[in-house]
């Protein structure tokens, strides 16, 4: 299975590739399933299986996998059936079966009978001779056709159960006993139909049997709405990659279709279905095939198709070579389309040269600046700034002397706030800082005279016509006053 697969798909295509992004849900069988690697030996999953006197075929013994190898398991059962012709042969013992019976119904009405009317003994005679020989020769073609039927309905018995052990034959152990039980199921037990009535008497050893018995086994990987989903996953979620060929793509679809006639459906569950339920384990026609194909294509592989012949596709060969050809023309126009886009880029780049030359000619200063840069053009960042606080302009991340990798703060980093703080503790070091001290201590000297000569206003005013002793000891007393409040400012 997987070295078919292997011959269609190409080597790690994925489903995203062959899918549309909307999907819901999860196909019964993808178009680019997951095949598991399985080392086994040859001798331990073989058997020889007889197709006729003088034919033998090796075939793989099935020891499970992914879902859609349970469906080829089938499809490769089916396919040994028809090589030996045994469907071809029951419907010959069936046939035969028919016309046996046909025949015994007939020949039982046909019975000889005495006749009644009174005649001489002699006559009665000679008539009980004739019955008794007609009788007898009646009897005859009667066991003659009995015994043709029952060696037809054994013969087709034989065939089916050669058929049934044929699937029962390629199974490993482990699935083997599961195919049992759903056989038995199917053949030997009670029954209901689409239409919900009961019977009692089981179906046997069929092909419908046979039919049911592989649809209730394929329920251990599918679910019983497999069919429907498997349909409307083919009609709007396929899409073709560009990794697959229009041929085996072609084939892949093919082969998905051929798949649902296998796949359980809501119609074989009673509890589910209804009259108006259809079954729709079915194949695609050519007609329905077609378009789905022509719809996985993108829109503009349509609009060269519907340009052309202007009807919708009905048969895939047709299809097939003018989608052929119409890829041919847009790998083409896609061809060109790169080489024109590559020739403006060049151009583009050579304009951009040319500019930046006449820029560098006409700003020799930055010209001068990207020597200095070592001929780098791009702006500085940094990021360890940009975070945690700092001229993220001024150098890039490498180059940061403030931050380590981690964004600590380093050691060895003395920034300019904190340099000017130790600078005005000792004045000496920076004749700034001493002349702004200077400046703060003339402008508090000034202020306490203004408040001073103020104070000396006022007290001269409101001791005017009062005691010159007592007028003398006020104003010492505001003299003393005013001169201390001129230490505190001087000290300040």
């Given at each position: 299975?997987?070295?078919?697969?292997?011959?269609?798909?190409?080597?790690?295509?994925?489903?995203?590739?062959?899918?549309?992004?909307?999907?819901?849900?999860?196909?019964?069988?993808?178009?680019?399933?997951?095949?598991p690697?399985?080392?086994?030996?040859?001798?331990?999953?073989?058997?020889?299986?007889?197709?006729?006197?003088?034919?033998?075929?090796?075939?793989?013994?099935?020891?499970?996998?992914?879902?859609?190898?349970?469906?080829?398991?089938?499809?490769?059962?089916?396919?040994?059936?028809r090589?030996?012709?045994?469907?071809?042969?029951?419907?010959?013992?069936?046939?035969?079966?028919?016309?046996?019976?046909?025949?015994?119904?007939?020949?039982?009405?046909?019975?000889?009978?005495?006749?009644?009317?009174?005649?001489?003994?002699?006559?009665?005679?000679?008539?009980?001779?004739?019955?008794?020989?007609?009788?007898?020769?009646?009897?005859?073609?009667?066991?003659?056709?009995?015994?043709?039927?029952?060696?037809?309905?054994?013969?087709?018995?034989?065939?089916?159960?050669?058929?049934?052990?044929?699937?029962?034959?390629?199974?490993?152990?482990?699935?083997?006993?599961?195919?049992?039980?759903?056989?038995?199921?199917?053949?030997?037990?009670?029954?209901?139909?689409?239409?919900?009535?009961?019977?009692?008497?089981?179906?046997?050893?069929?092909?419908?049997?046979l039919?049911?018995?592989?649809?209730?086994?394929?329920?251990?990987?599918?679910p019983?709405?497999?069919?429907?989903?498997?349909?409307?996953?083919?009609?709007?979620?396929?899409?073709?990659?560009?990794?697959?060929?229009?041929?085996?793509?072609?084939?892949?679809?093919?082969?998905?279709?051929?798949?649902?006639?296998?796949?359980?459906?809501?119609?074989?569950?009673?509890?589910?279905?209804?009259?108006?339920?259809?079954?729709?384990?079915?194949?695609?026609?050519?007609?329905?095939?077609?378009?789905?194909?022509?719809?996985?294509?993108?829109?503009?592989y349509?609009?060269?198709?519907?340009?052309?012949?202007?009807?919708?596709?009905?048969?895939?060969?047709?299809?097939?070579n003018?989608?052929?050809?119409?890829?041919?023309?847009?790998?083409?126009?896609?061809?060109?389309?790169?080489?024109?886009?590559?020739?403006?880029?060049?151009?583009?780049?050579?304009?951009?040269?040319?500019?930046k030359?006449?820029a560098?000619?006409?700003?020799?200063?930055?010209?001068?600046?990207?020597?200095?840069?070592?001929?780098?053009?791009?702006?500085?960042?940094?990021?360890?700034?940009?975070?945690?606080?700092?001229?993220?302009r001024?150098h890039?991340?490498?180059?940061?002397r403030?931050?380590?990798?981690?964004?600590?703060?380093?050691?060895?980093?003395?920034s300019?706030?904190?340099?000017?703080?130790?600078?005005?503790?000792?004045?000496?070091?920076?004749?700034y800082?001493?002349?702004?001290?200077?400046?703060?201590?003339?402008?508090?000297?000034?202020?306490?005279?203004?408040?001073?000569?103020?104070?000396?206003?006022?007290?001269?005013?409101?001791?005017?016509?009062?005691?010159?002793?007592?007028?003398?000891?006020?104003?010492?007393?505001?003299?003393?006053?005013?001169?201390?409040?001129?230490?505190?400012?001087?000290?300040?």
């Amino acid at each position: 299975m997987s070295h078919y697969l292997s011959t269609i798909l190409p080597d790690g295509l994925k489903r995203q590739e062959t899918e549309r992004q909307s999907l819901r849900f999860s196909p019964p069988i993808p178009f680019a399933p997951v095949i598991p690697t399985e080392e086994v030996t040859e001798h331990e999953h073989e058997i020889k299986v007889k197709i006729n006197k003088k034919i033998s075929e090796t075939a793989a013994v099935f020891h499970g996998g992914i879902p859609e190898s349970y469906v080829i398991y089938l499809d490769n059962c089916a396919a040994l059936i028809r090589k030996k012709d045994l469907a071809t042969q029951y419907k010959g013992w069936k046939a035969e079966l028919d016309s046996a019976s046909e025949d015994l119904e007939l020949h039982l009405l046909e019975r000889p009978k005495a006749d009644s009317d009174e005649s001489s003994d002699s006559e009665k005679e000679a008539k009980n001779k004739k019955l008794k020989a007609s009788l007898s020769k009646w009897t005859a073609k009667q066991l003659t056709l009995t015994d043709k039927r029952n060696n037809a309905e054994k013969c087709m018995k034989s065939t089916m159960q050669e058929v049934f052990s044929l699937y029962e034959l390629l199974l490993s152990e482990g699935l083997r006993k599961n195919w049992i039980h759903c056989v038995t199921q199917a053949c030997c037990e009670a029954w209901t139909d689409e239409e919900g009535n009961e019977h009692e008497k089981p179906r046997g050893y069929t092909w419908d049997s046979l039919a049911v018995a592989a649809r209730n086994w394929l329920l251990c990987v599918f679910p019983q709405n497999a069919a429907e989903l498997q349909r409307h996953y083919m009609y709007f979620y396929v899409i073709r990659s560009s990794r697959v060929s229009i041929i085996n793509f072609f084939t892949r679809m093919d082969q998905l279709s051929s798949y649902i006639p296998f796949l359980p459906c809501q119609k074989d569950d009673p509890t589910i279905s209804t009259s108006l339920t259809e079954r729709m384990n079915k194949a695609f026609n050519q007609c329905e095939l077609a378009g789905i194909i022509l719809n996985c294509f993108p829109r503009r592989y349509e609009d060269q198709y519907y340009l052309n012949s202007g009807t919708v596709p009905s048969d895939l060969t047709l299809l097939r070579n003018k989608l052929i050809q119409i890829e041919r023309v847009v790998d083409s126009s896609s061809k060109r389309a790169v080489t024109t886009s590559s020739n403006s880029g060049v151009k583009n780049e050579k304009a951009t040269s040319s500019t930046k030359r006449a820029a560098a000619q006409s700003n020799p200063q930055d010209t001068k600046k990207q020597r200095q840069n070592g001929g780098n053009t791009t702006k500085k960042y940094c990021q360890l700034c940009a975070e945690h606080g700092g001229a993220e302009r001024t150098h890039n991340t490498k180059d940061c002397r403030k931050y380590d990798k981690e964004g600590n703060l380093n050691k060895s980093f003395r920034s300019k706030s904190k340099k000017n703080d130790y600078e005005r503790k000792d004045p000496k070091r920076n004749s700034y800082a001493h002349k702004s001290s200077e400046k703060r201590t003339f402008a508090a000297i000034s202020s306490g005279l203004a408040k001073l000569e103020k104070r000396l206003k006022y007290s001269s005013r409101s001791m005017h016509g009062k005691r010159k002793g007592s007028h003398h000891y006020h104003r010492n007393d505001s003299h003393m006053e005013d001169s201390d409040m001129s230490c505190s400012s001087m000290s300040s």
